[in-house]
């Protein structure tokens, strides 16, 4: 084989390694890129990562009733969510109810001070 074969062999391998190398560095990369889909199984990190929370939130959300398991989907977890949350009219009576405990914890202060 003459040197400028050799070269010309040596520079074709060289280009095949390196697109090689920048293509598995994309694909490395595409993996933390993605973001799990809406029926994907996931795990507890991962779990809830994509529902904004720490992981402990899921497991105190799993003491309450979440469903999780290995099949678990965030659709899943935000369904639960959404079944367990109270509603804004729910929200405004509790809401409700405390200025009105307040009111008479405010009240009975009121009362045993004018006593004394």
């Not at 694909?27 to 889909?37: D, F, T």
């Not at 199984?41 to 899921?58: K, Q, W």
């Not at 008479?104 to 009121?110: A, D, F, L, Q, W």
């Amino acid at each position: 084989m003459s040197p400028a074969s050799r070269q010309l062999l040596v520079d074709a391998v060289y280009k095949v390694r390196t697109d090689t190398d920048e293509a598995m560095k994309k694909v490395r990369g595409l993996g933390r890129q993605l973001k799990p889909g809406p029926n994907q199984p996931l795990n507890v990190t991962e779990l809830a990562t994509a529902l904004g929370v720490h992981r402990s939130t899921i497991y105190e959300w799993k003491k309450l009733g979440l469903p999780l398991g290995l099949r678990t989907t965030v659709e899943q977890c935000r369904k639960w969510l959404e079944e367990i949350r109270p509603t804004a009219a729910q929200e405004a009576e509790v809401e409700e109810r405390r200025r009105q405990l307040k009111a008479r914890e405010r009240n009975k202060r009121g009362n045993v001070r004018n006593v004394r």
